[in-house]
């Protein structure tokens, strides 16, 4: 697969990363000698293989519905860019 | 109900499907240990695993998927043994992962069905496609500052089920007794609180239009619609929009609509159809769920009773019509006060006082069935002074407002007020010859073929005796009394 | 002791001395906060402890008078600036957490701490992990304490991700750190830096706290300049952790006692396809003479087949970057870490990522947004998973025949900065021999075993069955004492 200027651009639009206009031809092409050397699987016959979906061969473990966390607010927000009021700012958002 | 809307190009069909996030009942968040009240200080229910500090990991909350499951059986549906969890990928400042764990191609319940009883006493079956525990975001409030958005992440992480319909209803009403019997079930399975005003449930409609007989075309979500009015409302509207599309020989786009409830529209959420592609995959923070039939089957047997099982009982036995039974059991609340007054009595007595007398006064005093004007068993014991002929079933009305302003027995209201009723034949018998007496003329017309009179001479008696007279004994007499 | 002494001792034989009073854990710690000064120019940390490591090393000693310490008790480690530390600042190496400071200690760190090691300070690593280099961290490069001796002017990395810490330890400025392995991360840089890497099977120890690079292959291990000083790290860094779902609920085993010295009967594995052409002779020649030594002990070497393995790298670079895309999403200048303002949030977003992630992150977010988006996902993502389970199941096939695996960690010696920079693909390839055993959640150890000729380390790779790291503790005492690896980098007494 060779990625263009508009579908790079779109992948970046798509994981909130500004890029610039005069890099996307660049960025075309690094991406897609990468997507080009992973492409390498297509070979495999992976026909009735199950996708791999833990390497823990363990059972979901659960825990009991008891409130033992939270009530720091302090903690929460001490690290936070914007704040005020126990609320965490960001630019409006315009429904 | 009309299924059918009339348009300029000939008969359109309503197509409705609903997607229904019910908040389950819980102490802990889906994958956390802080709390889920609603209306506490911002940000005071939030862990470092809700807040998406670095390195937290999250781990399942059990009761949630007891629900879950739970709430499957009660709509009758598949269980799946085994289930995924998927993150769905997308920016919001309310979504603090940059994802929201939920699951997507291999959910906990699989297909179900939900019965409508409709107002006219019929029933319409609804599908369900499927339901699935996920994560919910935060909270936004755009209102606090000129530049600013405030975030809240209290609700973020607590547990959701999404129920999703199939296609299946096909007008407004449909969808909101849909809505309504989902809440029930989930009330009597105590897996969500649904209360719609604090967000614990909440609905997205599908909706699009068709020719009758026509395929599927393309169907727009409305979101943000928080109560059955304006689901109602969103959805005529919406179809109508569409149709009106339609015949201009515009096309319809799949796209996410907001409901407006002020100005009673749907209008397109532009911010929403920007690159709507969640990158699913299976989170790999944790492995798949796996249940045991023995789990399953141990949850359904202890299954409550539920409102479709009630409502069969009530018809069965206590002789209901469907109506009124589907009444009764859409809340649990009522269909136990039902049966509290109705055990050992006539039961259809008792729907008729509950339904009628009693929901009035209810309504009217603004009380609820937890905290009733009457307690069921004052009602019963009101009730077994009819059956027994003490009180008629006019005085019992008079005896019921005395019981709701005094909080009395109604015994203890009719002994001193004396408003037991008149039995003694004798008694009855003076009353009757003294309006006979005072009414030859009209006695000599009824004799003469005026059949309508009698019912006069009732009530001259019933009105001479204070309304006390035993109705049935005063027919009795006076027919016999006027044909002798 | 001179200080020279007191830093050049295995983890054991501090602790030894701790325990006979020969020295005091601020005696202890104060030469290696001293060693620290001097080999600043390694640029090996990001952030430096010594108040808060000086504070633990008085409490360290009391409670070694009190004869209450615990089994690391007093002895002083590097941290690698993945672990999340309560009130330290914890950057994963990255502008976007610059300035970020837990509230919250990770498991590992918090597991070490108990066990009464003394943390001198976060080191550094490639940016988010993602690297083979230690490059790509936005504190600058690490330099490798190792010189070329054809070139000793050349600055060569320590390898990556786990580079700071390797350097730490090769330099003796910690006798032990922490390292975490996703790819190779902890067993390549191990083996640039001429010391000794484990990573444990993928559940061994808790991932909560540190921060994610890719959750289904990172798992936190120890690096240290002996085998027996990795299994005495272990000891206290695993454990079951019931806030990591992935954690396996299994007790940990006496990893010192598995040190026997016996392996007599032990069948060893040597993939086939494990010798590509282009693998240097001397590469070839060091893994022979690891094969031979394990023989002499009394261990029969064991041709297997890992057919798979050659996609391990395709498989593997859809995969890491794929999670990592997702668990990076949520550096978007919200509740931590840096903000750039925009007049939109999304705007916001954009800048920040864009100014706060380095070039490596950004194209690995940006791979792993690509291969996950609508209708990719299968050609991508379910294809990798797939061939992961081919992986895998080559291991498990192999494990019926053997009971280790030997290999080469890396296929070169430490290269210079600045090599390997212009394309990332050949940058991938010093992964090529660790990243199938991170695919399959196996545990694998890297011990340094050789000199190149042009006298920088060369390490060996054990891969073990799940959970079964006693075993491969056990082959790789024995191997360190057939290899007598002794040497040391230049200026440290070597």
Redesign the interface.
Known sequence: MSLDKVAVK?IA??A?IEVRDEDLDGLAVELSNILRFVEQLAEVNTDGIAPM??V?H??????????????Y?E???ANAP?Q???????????? | MSMVIQGETGDWEMVIGLEVHAQVT???KLF????TDFGR?????????????????????????YQAVRTGLGLRAVINLTS?FA?K?Y???DL????QISQYEQPIVGEGEVVLDMPDGSTRRVGIERLHLEQDAGK???D??????????NRSGVALMEIVSKPDMRCPEEAAVYVAKLRSILRYLGSCDGNMAEGSLRCDANVSVRKPGEGLRTRAEIKNVNSLRFLQQAIEYEARRQIDLYEEGGQVVQETR?FDANKGETRS?R?KEH?H?Y????D???????LTPAYVSAIKADLPELPDQKKERFVREYCLTPYDAGVLVAEQANADFFETVAKGRDAKLACNWVTGDFAAVMNRLGRSIEDPPVTAEHLGQLIDLIADNTISGRIAKEVFELMVETGQAPAVLVEERGLKQVTDSGAIEAAIDAVLTANSGKVSEYRSGKDKLFGFFVGQVMKNTGGKANPALVNDVLRKKLEG | MSPTQLTGMTLRQARDGLLKKSFSAVELVESHIDAIATHSQLNAFITETPDLARAQAVKADERLARQEGGPLEGLPIAMKDLF?TEGVR?T?ASRI?GN?V???E?TVSANLKQAGAVMLGKTSLDEFAMGSSNTTSAFGAVINPWKRRSDPEARLVPGGSSGGSAAAVAARMALAATGTDTGGSIRQPAAFCGIVGLKPTYGRCS??????F???LDQAGPMARTVEDVAMMLQAMAGHD?????SAPIAVPDFSAALTGDIRGLKIGVPKEYRPSGLSSEMVKLWDDGIDMLKDAGATPVEISLPHSKYALATYYIVAP??C??N???Y?G???GLRVEGKT??EM?AKTRAAGFGTEVRRRIMIG?YV???GY?DAY?AKAQKLRSLIARDFQQAFELVDVILTPTAPTPAFAIGDNDEDPVTMWLNDIFTVPTSLAGLPGLSLPTGLSADGLPLGLQLIGRPFDEETLLRVAGVLEKAAAFTALPPGLGG
């Open positions: 779109n639009s798509l909130r979906t833990s823990a363990l059972e979901l473990p659960r825990r009991s519905d008891q409130v033992n966390d939270g009530g607010v903690r929460v927000l914007e005020q009021d126990g609320f965490f700012l960001v630019p409006k958002v315009v429904e | 819980s102490q802990a956390s240990g802080a709390a200080p911002p940000n005071s229910q939030v862990s470092l695993v809700d807040a998406a500090m670095p390195g937290m990991l999250p781990v399942i909350n059990e009761q949630c998927i995924v993150r990928n920016f919001y400042a603090p992962q940059g994802y936004s409030l755009h606090q500052h000129p530049t600013k958005s405030f975030i809240d992440l907001l959420m911010s690159a592609d990158r699913y995959f299976p790999p923070d944790l492995l798949p769920l796996t | 999340c914890t994963a957490l970020f837990p509230p919250y990770s991932r909560w706290g540190i921060i994610a890719a959750s289904s019931p806030k990591d779902s992935t794929a999670e895309s997702s990076l999403a949520r978007d919200v509740r931590y949030l999304d977003y947004t996950l988006s609508a996902y993502y």
